[in-house]
């Protein structure tokens, strides 16, 4: 039996019944003009997004529970679903809480005068990807960075013991490698420590604060420790996210990844903050630092798989990362204006 050939649902009872127990989030959707409108949710779908069926029965399903930018991945699902094609996909979808991951399957059929309809499935699995992303990643950076940097102190230990009879220049530069790596491991071990009370951590209920005076005090400290560098900052007056005070380790990791991984003597970055549309905020942190590698980058939105090659080198983006995952919103990364990186975080407004 071919997809177009796929008989609709009939008025069973069971079915039914079916639909209304199952934990899965499901939409029943009529396409029109290649768009997907709500005919029906069922109780898992209120329940997981949040919304109710007053709030969608009627509405286009993109608009409701599609991020913006992502609107074009929901366009070319809607493409197949039109063309009846079966689609089965990890997306990002957004609830009344925020950003969550889900396994979504979209199962199309043609009703009984021959217009496109389907159903939309949403297994979600945001809690589950996370755990095992988040207990992975710790782990394998860990392992992989401390091992390194303890080889560096002990070859440069032993080199120096060596040599301690007739001091030279070699000896005086691997000591600074000494150092580098001890100042390496110190920053790696507070990141894995705010990971820790991150995660730790229960979820806030109804999380909010001012991003503005936050960030503003966080780019004040780097400005003290790091005298260099030129910390621009683009802030309004004021800007109510929804988050917490653990927004100021992420902005914080970001500042410091821009310019401790910047080689010139005078780094610069931009520190800005725009009202990005539909309810969300953008913290942009700019720089003309070399780019973050396409393996850090990929690793850290989900885009590559981490593995024993695939794992990035540091804690600071996984950091960010997470923060902006535990209110609700995500990370992306581009080119900067000055050719270096932007690392953007995108939060949920609050009023």
């Known amino acids: 039996m071919s997809r177009d050939e796929i008989p609709a649902p009939g008025p069973d009872d069971r079915f039914e019944y079916l639909i209304e127990h199952l934990q899965d989030a499901i939409v029943e959707f009529d396409m029109a003009g290649g768009d997907p409108i709500v005919r029906s949710v069922n109780p898992a779908f209120i329940d997981v997004f949040g919304y109710e069926p007053t709030d969608i029965v009627g509405e286009s399903l993109n608009d409701v529970i599609v991020p913006?930018?992502?609107?074009?991945?929901?366009?070319?699902?809607d493409e197949r679903t039109a063309s009846g094609e079966?689609?089965?996909?990890?997306?990002?979808?957004q609830t009344t809480d925020g950003l969550r991951e889900f396994l979504y399957r979209g199962i199309p059929y043609r009703t009984d005068v021959g217009d496109r309809a389907g159903f939309a499935v949403y297994t979600d699995l945001t809690d589950r990807s996370r755990h095992e992303q988040r207990l992975e990643v710790v782990g394998r950076i860990l392992r992989h960075n401390l091992r390194n940097r303890v080889t560096v102190l002990d070859g440069?230990?032993?080199?120096?013991?060596a040599e301690l009879d007739d001091p030279t220049a070699s000896a005086r530069e691997e000591l600074d490698r000494i150092e580098g790596a001890v100042t390496a491991l110190e920053a790696l071990s507070g990141e894995a420590n705010e990971i820790h009370h991150l995660l730790d951590s229960s979820p806030a209920t109804n999380p909010r604060i001012d991003a503005a005076p936050l960030v503003r005090d966080v780019?004040?400290?780097y400005r003290d420790d790091y005298p260099a560098a030129t910390v621009?900052?683009?802030?309004?007056?004021?800007l109510p996210v929804a988050a917490t005070e653990r927004l100021e380790s992420a902005v914080g990791a970001l500042i410091e990844n821009a310019i401790e991984h910047n080689p010139e003597p005078s780094p610069w970055l931009r520190v800005a903050a725009a009202d990005a549309g539909d309810g969300w905020v953008?913290?942009?942190?700019?720089?003309?630092?070399?780019p973050i590698p396409a393996m850090e980058r990929d690793v850290v939105t989900g885009d590559r798989r981490i593995s024993q090659t695939y794992h990035g080198s540091g804690l600071g983006l996984w950091l960010a990362a997470w923060t902006a995952e535990r209110f609700g919103g995500d990370i992306a990364f581009g080119k900067s204006d000055a050719g270096g990186n932007r690392v953007r975080l995108r939060l949920q407004r609050v009023s």
């Open 86 to 93: 079966i689609n089965y996909r990890r997306v990002r979808r």
């Open 219 to 221: 780019v004040g400290d």
């Open 282 to 290: 953008d913290l942009v942190v700019a720089d003309d630092a070399p």
């Open 232 to 238: 621009e900052t683009d802030l309004p007056d004021t």
């Open 68 to 77: 913006p930018w992502l609107s074009e991945q929901a366009e070319s699902l």
């Open 156 to 161: 440069a230990v032993q080199k120096l013991r």
